[in-house]
């Protein structure tokens, strides 16, 4: 059997194909930078069901590292914090660790939704053309109501979500990063929630959070990185 | 000057000067149990400002501590976990501590609000007398809404507050506590916060919430307390 030694992440992208945006592969795209492990990126679509069944997946993140497959942000971030020992921690001891995955449940439950219904609407046409109707349908069911519906309350759900980002704020007062005086995965989980909105907004959210995009800046540049990449 | 040995906190009373209902001061209380410290709690009302005026404050918790005296529930935790260094640490290392501050900031921003929206309208009757009028007039300042309002929506409120827990039960699926093993101080902030829900309202909050009775039982469980103490 041939090893491949070549690192490679499956990242969702849109019509464009270096239109990187999904939330869970940011987060494993700075875990991996966190890691100072290098990787190539594959872009995928949501419908490029056949792509990742080599994984026994139908999402991504997909990652491949060596003769290791590993689906799902959650067990990649996992596999690459036991696998990579003797890289800088993801997570922190345990109570930090155990705290990070309250980050992710508040991320998911609260932020992600929020971002969502302001965002979906927009995203829907940036998007391939193979991917609109099932994005636009699979996400409508979820929210239980119409992008059009959405959009109309476009302004309300821009302040709801910027009430869900007060913790944010409150916190990013009082220390640099979630995770103290540098970034750790808590953070990246955060930076992978406001890339996306970022990314999928017209106009863009948060240009008037100048506090937050300074954390963002601030994320990037622990590890290198600059704004204006689309995939790392 | 005399050195007083006694350590007393002084704790949010009700009419009955056993009904102990203050989240603030419920962070305090379990953070003084897992320092393994002793201590008396002293029964203060909403309008007595005199009894407090020689911490230079208007509010509890008020922590006398020998020749200390500390002022707000974050001053509190951070004296307690600087002055006894040989007790269990109430926040673990760095990022624990900082991601703490994230629980805190959430708690207040999104968790008290919500619960406030609930139980407000109840907690009035329950006040000593003379609380009442200041109570009534300044959370209806705070939430910009009478209390009658907010009696008339208390079920979508209900509703609305067990949104804002959602994280809470998706973190207790995978661990314990919210700090993993054993809790720290951010379980402190959400018992606090839980243990007010309960106490101030009729008919009580998360009697349908198993879950997180047993998580609240639990972390009394540590310290070896029980869930009928007023106080400790």
Same mark, same amino acid.
């Given at each position: 059997?041939?090893?491949?030694t070549?690192?490679?992440?499956? &990242? ?23 890691k ?11 419908t ?20 290791? /497959?590993?689906? &799902?942000?959650?067990?990649?971030? &996992?596999?690459?914090?036991? *696998?990579?020992?003797?890289?800088? !921690? ?10 990070t ?23 829907v ?12 349908? !699979?996400?409508?069911a979820?929210?239980? /109501? !119409?992008f059009a ?5 476009? *302004? ?14 409150? /916190? ?14 808590? &953070? ?13 907004? /017209? ?5 008037? *959070? ?15 990185? *600059? ?6």
């Amino acid at each position: 059997m041939e090893r491949t030694t070549k690192r490679k992440l499956y &990242d969702l992208a849109g019509a464009d194909e270096n239109f990187r945006f999904s939330p869970y592969c940011w987060r494993i795209k700075l875990a991996l930078a966190h890691k100072n492990l290098p990787y190539e990126t594959v872009p995928w679509r949501f419908t490029d069901k056949e792509a990742v069944a080599f994984a026994d997946s139908i999402k991504v993140p997909v990652l491949v590292d060596g003769n290791n /497959t590993i689906v &799902d942000s959650q067990a990649i971030a &996992d596999y690459l914090e036991s *696998e990579y020992t003797n890289e800088a !921690s993801l997570f922190g001891d345990p109570p930090s660790r155990a705290l990070t995955r309250f980050i992710k449940a508040w991320a998911e439950d609260a932020l992600h939704p929020a971002i969502g219904r302001v965002v979906m609407p927009e995203l829907v046409a940036k998007l391939a053309p193979q991917d609109q109707a099932y994005f636009r349908e !699979s996400r409508e069911a979820m929210v239980k /109501t !119409s992008f059009a519906t959405l959009s109309a309350a476009r *302004e309300e759900n821009v302040a709801a979500l910027k009430r869900v980002l007060n913790p944010v704020r409150t /916190t990013l007062h009082v220390q640099h990063f979630l995770a103290g005086s540098a970034p750790s995965y808590a &953070d990246h989980i955060l930076y992978g929630a406001l890339r996306w909105a970022r990314m999928a907004s /017209t106009p863009r959210l948060l240009d008037d *959070e100048p506090e937050i995009l300074a954390w963002m800046d601030a994320v990037l540049a622990t590890y290198g990185l *600059e704004d204006g990449i689309q995939s790392a």
